[in-house]
T-cell receptor, first 115, second 114 residues
Framework: AQSVAQPEDQVNVAEGNPLTVKCTYS??????LFWYVQYPNRGLQFLLK??????LVKGSYGFEAEFNKSQTSFHLKKPSALVSDSALYFC?????????????FGTGTQLKVEL | NAGVTQTPKFQVLKTGQSMTLQCAQD?????MSWYRQDPGMGLRLIHY???????DQGEVPNGYNVSRSTTEDFPLRLLSAAPSQTSVYFC?????????????FGPGTRLTVT
């Protein structure tokens, strides 16, 4: 079975400071990892994904994520946070051993960027 | 492209009523799925389909039915609504069978069962 943990319900950061939203995962085979963002009263939007290759993945809106196989982590980062980054962030995983295209989501981390 | 569309945006039902949540996509995606989002629980998979005529259960299928007669449409039916089904429902689609494809989400349907 695959699972995802987002240990922080909320992350607060000042505008201009770097931000990190944490994610750890558990899968049977090799992981496919995704980050999505949800703005209030909206559906989820894709940010970035790790499939294979470089451990540092760059995505939309200046976000990036670092895949660490030994720590089974896929933390989302941004060098300089903006107030407009305030939203709910979800990490998701599926593995390559079967299950079609089923994604397992974490419980979400609310990011609040303050002036 | 309109992407993934969902109707209605909001719905209030009484316990025991039935209804269908509509989902359509115009990207010719083979894979479609339904999730429910509840506070503190993330998104949980209800049902999914890997192509027209093929559906399967997800993590929380009880109380819901689906069918997939066309590539474009994937309706979700609530057979006899219960207060526990109060939630926000999202439909999503992606290319299949490649597992490295991201999913595209609709705007959601907020359902309240009284």
């Amino acid at each position: 079975a695959q699972s995802v943990a987002q240990p922080e319900d909320q992350v607060n950061v000042a505008e201009g400071n770097p931000l990190t939203v944490k994610c750890t995962y558990s899968v049977s085979g090799n992981p496919y990892l995704f980050w999505y963002v949800q703005y209030p009263n909206r559906g989820l939007q894709f940010l970035l994904k790790y499939i294979t290759g470089d451990n540092l993945v760059k995505g939309s809106y200046g976000f990036e994520a670092e895949f660490n196989k030994s720590q089974t982590s896929f933390h989302l980062k941004k060098p300089s946070a903006l107030v407009s980054d305030s939203a709910l962030y979800f990490c998701a995983v599926r593995d390559d051993t079967g299950g079609g295209n089923k994604l397992t989501f974490g419980t979400g981390t609310q990011l609040k960027v303050e002036l | 492209n309109a992407g993934v569309t969902q109707t209605p945006k909001f719905q209030v039902l009484k316990t025991g009523q039935s209804m269908t949540l509509q989902c359509a996509q115009d990207m010719n995606h083979e894979y479609m799925s339904w999730y429910r989002q509840d506070p503190g629980m993330g998104l949980r998979l209800i049902h999914y389909s890997v192509g027209a005529g093929i559906t399967d259960q997800g993590e929380v299928p009880n109380g819901y039915n689906v069918s997939r007669s066309t590539t474009e449409d994937f309706p979700l039916r609530l057979l006899s609504a219960a207060p526990s089904q109060t939630s926000v429902y999202f439909c999503a689609s992606s290319y299949s069978p490649g597992r490295n494809y991201e999913q595209y989400f609709g705007p959601g349907t907020r359902l309240t069962v009284t």
